[in-house]
């Protein structure tokens, strides 16, 4: 072997060492690769063995060279058994304390159905099998379809009841899915089933009961003979639905200008089971969802007539509902996009997507 030649063999043995230990996971694979680099028999001491058969003047640089070698591979294979010792004392570590690193992880599912969502989807299902249509409307809405056929002229102190976001455009944020009523109106004509799940937009100072921006469902149903008795089974089969359980209600006078008679339902406390909490004002009931007949004036803005048809309406707070279902206590939670809540919520929108 010429020197040349000697160059290019430990130049191999360096790369190969350096690949093999970037790969080596256990201590004793680290000492038999010492050994066959640099043990007794080792590649690299055999090459030291060689010296004699250089020619004089050579050995010193063939010498120099080998040993340069020898302490870089010495250091790489020692910060490798370092590396090493570290993790498996780490891995002790872990199993004297009962836990196994090696068993895999808890695969987590790219982002979840949020509360409300899951409660539309819900809501939806149960109607749809009632024969509801599921309609949508515009969110920027005009004064004609969010106040004035709803009976609320611009006179009407009625229009403080919703603090409006007006827009420059002279357009608003609806206030209510209620604009949908004589829109569906218009669209199907009499005798007419739908329900409207939508954003709405109130100006409002936010705090843990307040939102500006939530959901409600708006519930429209007209057709001959349609009376009272069935505004309130609809509610009832509706509430037993989302909750899996029969929920008991009441019904108490209410005011607004599109429904005659006009209604509050509330229903028993579910944070309390009626006790008495935060949730419910110590009461044991919760306003969840005005509802009434719908007003002649409306029928007729509908284009439909009041003495042949009547129906219902109800106006569901979609985020209310969502807060009641799971137990969140603060409606800011529900727009944040805050993990924790809405992790919380996937778990429990495990159920009811489960039992749906
Ligand atoms: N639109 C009303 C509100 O948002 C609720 C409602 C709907 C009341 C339908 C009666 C009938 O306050």
Redesign the pocket.
């Given at each position: 072997m010429n020197l040349e030649e000697l160059k290019s063999v430990v130049e191999r043995i360096r790369a190969e060492t350096q690949t093999h230990l970037g790969q080596l996971s256990s201590l004793e694979r680290v000492q038999e690769l010492e050994a066959r680099i640099l043990g007794r028999k080792g590649r690299l001491t055999e090459l030291l063995s060689t010296i004699t058969t250089f020619p004089k003047e050579q050995r010193g640089q063939v010498g120099q060279m080998l040993n340069v070698a020898k302490n870089e591979l010495t250091e790489w294979i020692e910060d490798c058994r370092q590396r090493l010792q570290k993790s498996e004392a780490m891995i002790d570590r872990q199993s004297a304390a009962g836990i196994d690193p090696t068993f895999p992880g808890i695969v987590r599912g790219f982002g979840s159905i949020h509360p409300v969502t899951a409660v539309q989807w819900k809501i939806e299902e149960v109607f749809e099998r009632l024969g509801f249509t599921v309609e949508a409307g515009p969110e920027m809405e005009n004064d004609y379809y969010n106040f004035e056929t709803l009976n609320i002229p611009a006179w009407h102190p009625a229009r403080d009841m919703?603090d409006t976001f007006w827009l420059d455009n002279g357009l608003l944020l609806r206030t209510?899915t209620?604009p949908v009523q004589v829109r569906a109106m218009e669209k199907y004509g009499p005798p007419l089933r739908c329900i409207v799940p939508g954003r709405c937009f109130r100006y409002e100072t936010i705090d843990a009961s307040h939102e500006n921006t939530f959901f409600?469902c708006?519930g429209l149903m007209i057709d001959k003979n349609i009376s009272i008795a069935n505004l309130i089974a609809v509610m009832k089969l509706l509430l037993r639905e989302v909750f899996h359980r029969d929920v008991m209600i009441r019904l108490r006078p209410g005011y607004?200008p599109?429904?005659e008679p006009?209604f509050e339902l509330d229903m028993r406390c579910m944070i309390c089971g009626g006790t008495g909490c935060s949730t419910c004002k110590q009461s044991g009931w919760v306003e969840i969802l005005?509802?009434?007949m719908v007003h002649p004036n409306v029928l007729r803005f509908g284009g439909i007539d009041p003495h042949e048809f009547t129906g219902f309406?109800?106006?569901l707070g979609l985020t209310r509902l969502a807060m009641m279902k799971y137990g969140v206590r603060d409606i800011r939670l529900m727009n944040s996009g805050d993990l924790r809540g809405l992790v919380h919520a996937e778990r429990m929108c495990g159920n009811i997507i489960g039992k749906s």
């Amino acid at each position: 072997m010429n020197l040349e030649e000697l160059k290019s063999v430990v130049e191999r043995i360096r790369a190969e060492t350096q690949t093999h230990l970037g790969q080596l996971s256990s201590l004793e694979r680290v000492q038999e690769l010492e050994a066959r680099i640099l043990g007794r028999k080792g590649r690299l001491t055999e090459l030291l063995s060689t010296i004699t058969t250089f020619p004089k003047e050579q050995r010193g640089q063939v010498g120099q060279m080998l040993n340069v070698a020898k302490n870089e591979l010495t250091e790489w294979i020692e910060d490798c058994r370092q590396r090493l010792q570290k993790s498996e004392a780490m891995i002790d570590r872990q199993s004297a304390a009962g836990i196994d690193p090696t068993f895999p992880g808890i695969v987590r599912g790219f982002g979840s159905i949020h509360p409300v969502t899951a409660v539309q989807w819900k809501i939806e299902e149960v109607f749809e099998r009632l024969g509801f249509t599921v309609e949508a409307g515009p969110e920027m809405e005009n004064d004609y379809y969010n106040f004035e056929t709803l009976n609320i002229p611009a006179w009407h102190p009625a229009r403080d009841m919703q603090d409006t976001f007006w827009l420059d455009n002279g357009l608003l944020l609806r206030t209510h899915t209620s604009p949908v009523q004589v829109r569906a109106m218009e669209k199907y004509g009499p005798p007419l089933r739908c329900i409207v799940p939508g954003r709405c937009f109130r100006y409002e100072t936010i705090d843990a009961s307040h939102e500006n921006t939530f959901f409600q469902c708006e519930g429209l149903m007209i057709d001959k003979n349609i009376s009272i008795a069935n505004l309130i089974a609809v509610m009832k089969l509706l509430l037993r639905e989302v909750f899996h359980r029969d929920v008991m209600i009441r019904l108490r006078p209410g005011y607004f200008p599109f429904v005659e008679p006009g209604f509050e339902l509330d229903m028993r406390c579910m944070i309390c089971g009626g006790t008495g909490c935060s949730t419910c004002k110590q009461s044991g009931w919760v306003e969840i969802l005005p509802c009434g007949m719908v007003h002649p004036n409306v029928l007729r803005f509908g284009g439909i007539d009041p003495h042949e048809f009547t129906g219902f309406a109800f106006g569901l707070g979609l985020t209310r509902l969502a807060m009641m279902k799971y137990g969140v206590r603060d409606i800011r939670l529900m727009n944040s996009g805050d993990l924790r809540g809405l992790v919380h919520a996937e778990r429990m929108c495990g159920n009811i997507i489960g039992k749906s």
